[in-house]
């Protein structure tokens, strides 16, 4: 069972995307900014990161480039708002494998999660 990070400064999102994922078999770590995103890839190991871009303490750009910095290797996803492109492209350019659109429709999410843990 592959172990997925998800990082959002919203409690009632983070649990959404437990829910979801935990309902496909995934095993879930959670962390509520980039700051603790980082540290949690240290100590958690996991196979992807689903993370928020507009968080307080530490933004989720620079929580992409801070972990693959250390781990270029890491698999991470972008999720954020429409309307969003410019921090797509920059999100990409930093190495986020996919960008994932909020509101999310689950289908969408697992298709995600699926390309980037299954291949």
Do not use: H, W
């Amino acid at each position: 069972m592959a172990k997925i990070l998800v990082v959002d400064d919203a409690m009632f999102m983070r649990s959404r995307l437990r829910g979801l994922l935990e309902g496909a078999g995934y095993a879930v770590v959670e962390a509520a900014n980039g700051k603790e995103a980082v540290e949690a890839f240290e100590r958690e190991r996991p196979a992807l990161v689903l993370m928020d871009v507009t968080m307080p303490e530490m933004d989720g750009l620079e929580a992409l480039k801070r972990i693959r910095q250390g781990n270029p290797t890491a698999r991470v996803v972008m999720c954020s708002a429409l309307g969003q492109q410019s921090i797509v492209l920059e999100a990409i350019k930093a190495g986020a494998k996919d960008f994932i659109v909020k509101p999310f429709r689950p289908e969408k999410v697992l298709e995600a999660v699926t390309r980037q843990v299954v291949g």
